[in-house]
């Protein structure tokens, strides 16, 4: 799971040779204590402090060479994850199950509305190529947005006010690298794509960030604060690791 540090800075994207490969990277500097790596489908992504240099990153990154490559190898090897299907009876992910996109081509305004386990989104009939596409895409992203702030958002805050920590806000947006993230204003971002991932999944998500109000990095001392919010915090994390492409849905 990509979980966050602290608040989000500068980033630049590199490359390094390691074990005779050249691997693409995007470097971020933040305010944090040590170097990180996290990997995901879409690659290497290395958060460092401000104060360390390239160079020293770069020794890191070649100490942890076989790490990264074997993650890397193993993410390649992974089904990828189903392409939108804009056309009627297409099946979108939903808190662990699916509903079943209906496709209406009437008015001019695109809206999208929740009947039972059917997703109806009307449209302009003469909507065709990219801009169908690229409207009826944009259409569903803010479904999924919205549907996602009423969720998430209490569900963060009670966990907050269980550790007695107010959050500044809670933004549901687009991240592809992370599944949310935590800045040092207490502002806490979550990827609208959680909406296809089961409950108990949000929940964790909810509290890993919820805990970084307390802790921002991920020391023993952060998952210690998980653990008070979620005992079984860990099988849930393994999950997330391992099934969540199953969830994502565009």
């Known amino acids: 799971m990509r979980a966050s540090g602290s608040a989000a800075g500068q980033s630049s994207e590199q490359t390094i040779e390691l074990e005779g490969r050249v691997i693409a990277f995007t470097l971020r500097r933040s305010s944090r204590r040590s170097i990180g790596f996290t990997i995901s489908r879409t690659g290497l992504a290395v958060t460092a402090p401000r104060r360390v240099s390239e160079r020293d990153i770069r020794r890191a990154l070649v100490t942890k060479a076989g790490w ?65 596409t690229r409207t009826l895409t944009k259409a569903l992203q803010r479904f999924y947005k919205r549907e996602g702030e009423a969720l998430m958002t209490p569900r963060v805050e009670a966990y907050a006010d269980q550790l007695g920590k107010p959050v500044r806000k809670v933004i549901i947006r687009e991240q592809k690298r992370r599944w949310g993230s935590c800045a040092s204003d207490a502002t806490i971002r979550l990827n609208w794509r959680l909406m296809g991932f089961p409950e108990d999944l949000i929940d964790y998500v909810c509290a890993h960030e919820a805990a970084h109000l307390v802790e921002a990095n991920h020391s023993p001392a952060y998952w210690r604060v998980v653990e008070r919010l979620m005992p079984d915090w860990k099988p849930r994390r393994q999950r997330m690791r391992e099934e969540a492409d199953r969830w994502v849905a565009f």
């Open 68 to 132: 990264i490559l074997t993650k890397l190898d193993a993410w390649a090897a992974r089904p990828a994850a189903p392409d939108l299907v804009l056309e009627t009876g297409a099946s979108l992910p939903w808190l662990g199950g699916e509903l079943t996109l209906e496709l209406r081509g009437e008015g001019v305004r695109t809206t999208v509305r929740r009947e039972g386990d059917q997703l109806v989104l009307k449209h302009d009939p003469d909507l065709a190529g990219e801009l169908r």
